[in-house]
């Protein structure tokens, strides 16, 4: 078949290595902030199968939080770095939808005009061939150049797992990470055996892709690089006199997606919170459709028992020392007398009252790990994406409130791991003090 680039291939090869820079980039954001991977909910220190830190994690609550997990990237690796969460997660939210998008006009294209031949193998001799091929480059070989109809044999097989096996399974298991769709389907999240073994065949998943890229580009530049290049850059069969102008397309090429790709960490990091809102503004017409209308189904349908309650209660973070909230520290000094809990939603009765007189309900919850409700929703901070709980927690029976009541919630405001059996507040002054305290947005 025609070795040769149709446009529409060029354009949607090129958009998918800028979109699949994005999302490893701000991927490695996302797991920064918990680097331990899990295949169980419960996320009790010692049962990680991989953890990208030294630290040990101490049983005692509070002698080590959530916070002090984090691990804080460089921009030029991370998106955008300097351990902002949330803006990684809209940065990885945002490129998912586009990377989706052009998947699927690939794959559409792809089959439409018949260039699904190029890496879909249409006999079983592709097997001893791609041993053959193996043996070749294990031996520092390259095949002859008659062995590429784009690709040898080997090649086709990588691209045939990648683009039909790994791409559909991240694209299946990231949404297990997201609240709005677990809440709503519970049982989704089972499917993959729970949202922490989820989010580690997320993580293989994307090895996987980091090792096709690493392989697929050493080998275009390594095996046959003059016919490559006039393949992808030119659109046309082989042709020497075309190969200067194929390799100063890809050097201009190459240089302008590693540009954006930094740019992207930079131009995220001068402004976080206006950032933040364009980002989620740009996913919104999406969210619109999809996710906003989901209800959680999770309390109608009793989810959770207590089999789901872990034995380790994660603490987030520490509460605030005086250059970070004088405020706090004045009301936690009177035991929080004159706190006053703002109501508002759908709520029918207010009091100035920290909680409504009306009584509490007790309920088992799941929510993922989030570090910024003090700050709301909308702090650059963002949520961890570290560990679910699963917390029994007092709330009002009649009203949905905007802040936390320190009384009858964790001092910490919420907690990272798996799902707690504590009920009560961990004193702050209990808690064993550090070099560098942690609060929501410091």
Not at 11 to 39: K, M
Not at 282 to 288: A, D, E, F, S
Not at 383 to 410: D, E, F, H, L
Request: hydrophobic content about 40%; glycine content about 8%.
């Amino acid at each position: 078949m025609d070795t040769a680039f149709p446009w529409w291939l060029q354009v949607t090869h090129f958009l998918n290595f800028l979109f699949i820079g994005l999302l490893l980039r701000s991927g490695f954001e996302i797991l920064a902030s918990h680097p331990r991977l899990y295949w169980n909910n419960n996320c009790h220190p010692g049962n990680e199968w991989l953890k990208f830190t030294k630290d040990k994690v101490p049983l005692e609550v509070g002698a080590f939080t959530a916070r002090d997990d984090q691990r804080q990237l460089h921009p030029l690796l991370s998106l955008p770095g300097r351990g902002k969460i949330g803006i990684g997660r809209a940065w990885h939210g945002l490129v998912t939808m586009a990377w989706v998008v052009n998947g699927l006009i690939y794959v559409v294209l792809l089959f439409a005009t018949g260039q699904w031949r190029r890496i879909v193998p249409t006999s079983w001799d592709v097997i001893p061939e791609a041993w053959e091929s193996m043996k070749i480059y294990a031996g520092f070989g390259v095949p002859s150049i008659e062995h590429f109809q784009p690709y040898d044999a080997l090649q086709m097989l990588g691209y045939t797992f990648i683009v039909f096996v790994v791409a559909p399974l991240m694209i299946v298991t990231g949404p297990v990470m997201s609240p709005a769709v677990v809440g709503r389907y519970p049982w989704y999240a089972k499917l993959f055996g729970g949202r922490q073994a989820a989010r580690s065949i997320h993580f293989i998943g994307m090895a996987m892709f980091v090792g096709f890229v690493v392989m697929h580009v050493a080998l275009v530049f390594l095996v046959h690089p003059e016919h490559n290049l006039v393949h992808m850059m030119m659109g046309v069969e082989y042709d020497p006199a075309l190969v200067a102008q194929a390799v100063t397309r890809t050097v201009v090429g190459v240089g302008v997606v590693v540009a954006l790709w930094v740019a992207a960490s930079y131009l995220s990091l001068v402004d976080v919170r206006k950032s933040q809102r364009v980002l989620y503004r740009l996913q919104m017409p999406i969210k619109k459709w999809v996710l906003n209308p989901m209800t959680s189904t999770q309390r109608a349908k009793q989810v959770f028992t207590e089999d789901d309650i872990s034995p380790f209660h994660w603490v987030n973070t520490r509460p605030p020392d005086q250059a970070q909230s004088p405020e706090w520290l004045a009301l936690e000094a009177d035991d929080f007398a004159d706190f006053r809990l703002r109501v508002g939603g759908s709520s029918r009765r207010r009091s100035r009252s920290p909680w409504p007189s009306s009584g509490r309900s007790r309920r088992r919850t799941r929510s993922l790990c989030t570090r910024a409700c003090r700050a709301g929703p909308g702090s650059p901070s963002g949520p961890v994406s570290g560990c679910a709980t699963s917390s029994r927690r007092s709330t009002p029976s009649t009203a949905r409130t905007t802040s936390w009541s320190s009384r009858s919630a964790p001092r910490s405001a919420c907690t990272t791991g798996g799902p707690s059996r504590r009920t009560t507040p961990v004193s702050p002054r209990r808690w064993p003090s550090r070099t560098r305290p942690s609060w929501p947005g410091a």
